[in-house]
């Protein structure tokens, strides 16, 4: 009886760190995400003032060409 006590303790305490690794796991690969999502999301921003600085070059030209 003392001997299966021990094993179970021994397991929940295998379990329980088994479940603290993971979570540390998912904590780093969410942080590792987010950072990312807003690396793209400023590279986004970054791309369409470049879009809309060519539109405005675009614009001034036919108006160039036209006078």
């Not at 690969?29 to 369409?48: C, G, P, Q, W």
């Amino acid at each position: 009886m003392n001997l299966k006590r021990f094993v179970l303790q021994h397991l929940a305490h295998l379990a329980f760190g088994a479940a603290a690794i993971v979570i540390v796991v998912l904590g780093g690969s969410l942080y590792a995400a987010a950072v990312e999502s807003k690396d793209s999301t400023r590279r986004v921003a970054h791309t369409l003032e470049i879009i809309q600085g060519i539109h405005g070059v675009n614009e001034q030209l036919g108006r160039a060409e036209s006078a």
